[in-house]
């Protein structure tokens, strides 16, 4: 679908983002191998997390969805289920890394696909350590690319020194290390999110956190839980960079979650001069939240690289258009996973802020951009991509003219109430 977008005055108001999509999959996973009900509070109603329900309900388990809330009957691992058809993921990356890790100790064979984006991307990452713990993968391109068949059993522990800082790499093999034999380890170069350390610890798991490298020993029985499910920090991030750069705004974002290691998009938008304030922090939950208010900034420049990319890798695009609206010159490298995302987000993110005159380059692992330059609308595309959607919309806010967004139903991905939000705040006059 092309959108028609027009640039507007301001922004003023209030937002409850949604759900936590990394923390929405993660609850509907857990409570689908635990033994009892799990009910999940603010679930993400994106399609992505709409996909893990439809994978799990296809594998036997009784999951109930209204809205926000869902209700998830476990068996343990033993009630899953030969699926009668295909798992389809859709989009979703961390649907099928996370469940190859889950399907790697039930003994039968399953099919998993996607769309034209999952095709696309790597899944040896999690295949070659699943084939090590003795997992039978097979697919595409030597079982890196869907459509993939895997065969599980008893998987065997392993330490697993990762070669990417992945939060869905080393879920996946934490996962299959839940359910086999003797101790898994994961040790990564750089921490990534810890979604699933805190959870499986909610579900009753031992886990041990010794720096780099996370442990657990097989055999642990999960135990049904309540999960409330915070703010996604990666959709906020929409709303902090059109506060920032769009004049006379102020914006209220409420619940947002604050995990540290999702927290690098506040660090550095706070580096480059924009003004946020907490208010209501609770970090006394095992995923900590708190309220944002976030007003109109004058931006600097910054250099972003190394330990803080894993921390705001899914907020590159968003950051790289408030760099656009920086005085001065914004570096962004050591982010080469970006290739790798729903699309090339490199390419992607350069390409379509070029067409609105944007002065941005690609570099192999970022980009760098000037700023602070005047955009004018385009016609622009999402590529499917959900968070690039979402970018190009809050550029649009700031553009001379109209600006023209094909494939903007991507956004649906992630935050199906994207549109509606923005619209219910924005002031023209
Ligand atoms: O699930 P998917 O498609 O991989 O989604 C993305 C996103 O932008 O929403 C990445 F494209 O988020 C990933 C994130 O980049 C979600 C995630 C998780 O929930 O574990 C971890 C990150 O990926 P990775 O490869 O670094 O583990």
Redesign the pocket.
């Known amino acids: 679908m092309v959108k028609r977008l027009t640039p507007i005055k301001s922004l003023n108001g209030t937002i409850k983002v949604p759900g936590d999509?990394?923390i929405s999959?993660r609850a509907v996973m857990f409570g689908s191998i635990a033994e009892g009900t799990t009910s999940i509070n603010g679930f993400l109603t994106g399609e992505?997390c709409l996909s893990t329900i439809s994978c799990f309900q296809k594998l036997g388990v009784a999951i109930k969805q209204e809205n926000e809330h869902v209700i998830v009957e476990g068996k343990g691992i033993k009630g899953l289920q030969p699926p009668s058809s295909d798992l389809d993921v859709g989009?979703?990356?961390?649907t099928i890394r996370l469940m190859l890790g889950i399907l790697a100790n039930t003994p039968f064979t399953s099919v998993l696909t996607g769309d034209d984006s999952i095709a696309k991307r790597p899944m040896n990452r999690v295949t070659q350590p699943l084939k090590q713990m003795g997992a039978r993968i097979e697919g595409r391109d030597s079982g890196n690319k869907v459509p993939l068949q895997i065969e599980g059993g008893t998987a065997k522990g392993i330490h697993y020194h990762s070669p990417i800082a992945?939060?869905?790499?080393k879920?996946a093999i934490l996962l299959a290390g839940l359910e086999g034999e003797g101790t898994t380890s994961v040790t990564e170069p750089v921490k990534?999110?810890d979604h699933t350390e805190r959870m499986l610890e909610a579900f009753g798991a031992n886990i041990k956190n010794d720096g780099l490298t996370v442990s657990l020993n097989g055999g642990q029985q999960l135990k049904g839980t309540h999960i409330e499910v915070p703010g996604d920090i990666?959709s906020a991030a929409f709303f902090l960079v059109a506060g920032a750069i769009i004049p006379d705004s102020l914006i209220t974002l409420k619940k947002v979650g604050l995990n540290p290691t999702r927290t690098g998009i506040l660090d550095v938008l706070q580096d480059m001069g924009a003004q946020i304030t907490y208010q209501d922090v609770n970090e006394e939950s095992s995923e900590p939240y708190g309220d944002l208010v976030i007003h109109t900034s004058r931006l600097k420049g910054t250099i972003i690289k190394g330990n803080l990319i894993?921390r705001l890798?899914?907020e590159i695009p968003i950051i790289a258009l408030a760099a656009t609206q920086a005085e001065g010159q914004t570096i962004i490298q050591d982010a080469q996973?970006l290739r790798v995302?729903?699309t090339d987000r490199i390419e992607t993110v350069v390409n379509q802020l070029k067409k609105m005159g944007a002065d941005i380059q690609a570099t192999e692992d970022g980009m760098i951009i000037h700023g602070k330059t005047p955009l004018k609308g385009a016609n622009v595309d999402s590529y499917g991509d959900h968070?690039i959607g979402m970018m190009l919309s809050v550029a649009s806010c700031i553009a001379e003219g109209d600006t023209f967004l094909s494939n903007s139903e991507a956004v649906a991905v992630?935050y199906p109430a994207f549109f509606d939000q923005l619209n219910a705040i924005t002031k023209n006059n």
């Open positions: 999509k990394s999959h992505d989009n979703s990356g961390t992945s939060a869905q790499v879920s990534s999110r990666s894993p890798i899914d996973e995302k729903e968070r992630s």
